[in-house]
């Protein structure tokens, strides 16, 4: 499984970003898929997942700012994030669900280098 995460930048308090995840047809046909961030001297920390048939699930902290959903015709998970905040400042990457927790990082694979989100005050 590889995946390339893209889309990060630098964003004032309140603006916006949206990542993309892409990755081949098939894995995008046969996996869950999730978004996760890690800041510095912390542990990586689940964002986001969507289901096969759609089902989204958020990381308390985002519900509401944070919007994932699949694009099919470009076989791409993206993260629509609004509302930005400096504790949302990460490094942001997406995996593939391999079973298990859907909150557990463990249960994902496909880890690629991330992106780099950059929220200042």
């Known amino acids: 499984v590889q995946l390339q995460a893209s889309g990060g930048g630098l964003v004032q308090a309140g603006g916006s970003l949206r990542l993309s995840c892409a990755a081949s047809?098939?894995?995008?046909?046969?996996?869950?898929m999730g978004w996760f961030r890690q800041a510095p001297e912390k542990k990586r920390e689940f964002v986001a997942v969507?289901?096969?048939?759609?089902?989204?699930y958020y990381a308390d902290s985002v519900k509401g700012r944070f919007t994932i959903s699949r694009d099919s015709a470009k076989n791409t998970v993206d993260l629509q994030m609004n509302s930005l905040k400096p504790e949302d400042t990460a490094v942001y990457y997406c995996?593939?669900?391999?079973?298990?927790?859907?909150?557990?990082?463990?249960?994902?694979?496909?880890w690629g280098q991330g992106t780099q989100v950059t929220v200042s005050s």
């Open positions: 969507i289901t096969l048939n759609g089902i989204k």
């Open positions: 995996a593939v669900f391999m079973g298990g927790r859907y909150f557990d990082t463990a249960n994902y694979a496909g």
């Open positions: 047809r098939r894995t995008f046909n046969n996996y869950d």
